[in-house]
């Protein structure tokens, strides 16, 4: 059982990345999924997440209006659109799956994590 991000890399200031997280092993069709950013000397904060029970989103102040989460379930993925990045964006991009939707609120933590995919936004 596993969460596999992809999709991160180097881009400009303006530019957009589609970070991906793949499972497998689960069926993300029942699972919350959130993502969250890391950024060197900060703490960990929640970007988007997306519930399992009506597909529902909830998304950070800092990125609403730039940043989309969605579910491809024939993919078992879910996506990070990230549109209009900022260079405050850079930071290392994690996903998360859990099987209540109190995760997406912070209720409960979340208990499968990927590993992680590096994003830099700089000129």
């Known amino acids: 059982v596993q969460l596999v991000e992809s999709g991160g890399g180097l881009v400009q200031p303006g530019g957009s990345l589609r970070l991906s997280c793949a499972a497998s092993g689960l069926n993300l069709d029942y699972y919350a999924v959130g993502w969250f950013r890391q950024a060197p000397g900060k703490e960990r904060e929640g970007v988007s997440c997306?519930?399992?029970?009506?597909?529902?989103?909830i998304s950070a102040d800092s990125v609403k209006g730039r940043f989309t989460i969605s579910r491809d379930n024939a993919k078992n993925t879910v996506y990070l659109q990230m549109d209009s990045l900022k260079p405050e964006d850079t930071a290392v991009y994690y996903c998360a799956a859990d099987v209540s939707d109190y995760a997406c609120v912070g209720r409960i933590e979340f208990v499968l994590w990927g590993q992680g995919t590096s994003v830099t936004v700089s000129s």
């Open positions: 997306i519930r399992s029970s009506d597909g529902s989103t």
